[in-house]
């Protein structure tokens, strides 16, 4: 079965400060990846995926992701952390369950501080 | 115009009622999930459905059942409430397999306390 682990529980960084978040997945095949963001009382936002082609992708607010296979990871940068970027990210792989429709399995969630 | 929405958004009810949450998107999405979001901000899928079936997760308790009038709507019903069914339940939409897995857009949930 897939699994998502992201081994930082709360991260606090300056704001200013580059950004990494960490992700390592479980899959046996190729894997859909996602990272998505939730601001506190908010639903999910979607930074940036990854299915194939170049491993570096780019998302929304400045965000990016490199897919590594080797190390099996999904790692989240941002070059500038704002003060607004603070809330929890959550890393998923999409698996495929049935006919039209996928489900995603999550980890458990970065929580971002920024202090100014 | 809000892609996935979500009624009500906070709902507080008793051990042992039966409570119904909404949801409907005008995406055109023709798949639609429910996930639980437990107190420890864990998300777990619960349900995935569209117009050629149910799936399931199997530790989802058979007091929780979804029902979808239409394409746009996937309601859940939940019956005999427990204190362990408190949690922020999110429904999410995306369009069906095409030959890629694509992106799930989220609602803005719907906070469940039963006391």
């Known amino acids: 079965a897939q699994s998502v682990t992201q081994p930082d529980i709360h991260i606090t960084v300056s704001e200013g400060a580059s950004l990494e978040l960490r992700c390592n997945y479980s899959?046996?095949?190729?894997?859909?990846l996602f990272w998505y963001v939730q601001s506190p009382g908010q639903g999910l936002q979607l930074l940036l995926k990854?299915?194939?082609?170049?491993?570096l992708v780019q998302g929304i607010k400045g965000f990016e992701a490199e897919f590594k296979r080797s190390q099996s990871s999904f790692n989240l940068r941002k070059p500038s952390v704002h003060w607004s970027d603070a809330a929890e990210y959550f890393c998923a792989v999409g698996k495929l369950s049935g006919a039209g429709s996928y489900q995603l399995t999550f980890g458990k969630g970065t929580k971002l501080s920024v202090i100014p | 115009d809000t892609a996935v929405s979500q009624t009500p958004k906070y709902l507080v009810t008793q051990m042992g009622n039966d409570k119904s949450i909404k949801c409907e998107q005008n995406?055109?999405?023709?798949?639609m999930y429910w996930y639980k979001q437990d107190s420890k901000k864990f998300l777990k899928i619960m349900f995935s459905y569209n117009n050629k079936e149910l799936i399931i997760n199997e530790t989802v308790p058979n007091r929780f059942s979804p029902k979808s009038p239409d394409k746009a709507h996937l309601n859940l019903h939940i019956n005999s409430l427990e204190l362990g069914d408190s949690a922020v339940y999110f429904c999410?939409?995306?369009?069906?397999?095409?030959?890629?897995?694509?992106?799930?857009?989220f609602g803005p949930g719907t906070r469940l306390t039963v006391t």
């Open positions: 990854y299915f194939s082609g170049d491993t």
């Open positions: 899959y046996g095949a190729t894997p859909y």
């Open positions: 995406l055109g999405h023709d798949t």
């Open positions: 999410a939409s995306s369009q069906g397999w095409t030959g890629l897995i694509l992106e799930q857009y």
